[in-house]
């Protein structure tokens, strides 16, 4: 049977994430290779798919175009009832927090699954965007990386990034007790420059707020949600691609084969 992937394509890096996809289900070999990858624009479409990406671009835009569409809800489920494998890059990763801060006027509407609250364009402007090596040391356990050693640094591309700035509790995230905790995937050393009051004033790190030694949270993982505050689509580096679609066979496998 076919393991069907899809993209949300209501504005953003969509295209790319196609793109890596296929050329990471090829470097899966044999169990990649009954993948097919759908771009996602209507809840029809959202309801064939097994997994799903949710790109990076703008999640003000995003959250407003998928209101339009009836697609909110829809992904709520898929993400939160379904509990689907989904992966959210930069805006993704806004979209699949349960809170953000620093959102427009009025708020924005959030998808939500991970507990965690996202400071949005945490490193300021479009101006301010930066390229860094990433240690990511999960990518050890990536196929083909025989799952040992460093992994070789992962170029991440940061544009009017977010970062996780705290870890919520139950308060935050009224279905957490059944869940599993969050798991800080990727942090960026020393660079909490631009983080709001919120996240630097706190004389003590409470209980759920992420260690201030810690640096940066840029990638978090809770049960079947994954979030990035980078954009690995605009790489030509399959790793991260590779290492969730893997996952995604292995959770969605023992249903599908
Ligand atoms: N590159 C991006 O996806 C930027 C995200 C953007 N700052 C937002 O709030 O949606």
Redesign the pocket.
Same mark, same amino acid.
């Given at each position: 049977m076919t393991l069907t992937v899809g993209v949300l394509a209501l504005q953003?890096?969509f295209y790319e994430h196609i793109n890596l996809l296929r050329k990471a289900s090829r470097q899966l070999g044999p169990r990649g290779q009954d993948t097919k990858l759908i771009e996602v624009r209507n809840s029809t479409e959202l309801s064939t798919c097994d997994a799903l990406v949710i790109?990076? =671009?703008?999640?003000?835009?995003?959250a407003l175009v998928a209101a339009q569409s009836g697609l909110l809800e829809p992904l709520r489920k898929f993400v939160k009832v379904d509990k689907k494998p989904v992966w959210g890059?930069?805006? =993704?990763l806004?979209l699949l927090a349960e809170a953000a801060n620093d959102?427009k006027k009025g708020g924005q509407e959030l998808v939500g699954g991970l507990a965690v609250r996202v400071h949005?364009?945490h490193f300021g402007r479009q101006v301010e965007s930066f390229i860094t090596d990433l240690s990511l040391p999960f990518l050890a356990s990536s196929p083909g990386q025989n799952g040992s050693g460093t992994p070789a640094p992962y170029s991440g591309v940061f544009?009017?990034?977010?970062i996780v700035e705290a870890l919520l509790t139950s308060e935050g995230s009224p279905d957490s007790p059944e869940r599993s905790p969050v798991e800080i995937m990727g942090v960026l050393p020393g660079r909490r420059t631009k983080a709001t009051a919120a996240s630097t004033t706190a004389p003590d790190t409470k209980p759920g707020e992420v260690p201030k030694d810690l640096g940066d949270v840029i990638a978090v993982r809770q049960d079947n949600v994954f979030g990035t505050s980078f954009?690995p689509e605009l790489t030509d580096d399959t790793r991260i691609h590779v290492w969730w679609l893997d996952q995604v066979v292995e959770r969605v496998g023992g249903q599908w084969r």
């Open positions: 953003g890096g790109p990076g =671009g703008e999640s003000t835009t995003m890059t930069c805006a =993704g806004i959102t949005r364009n544009i009017r990034a977010p954009h």
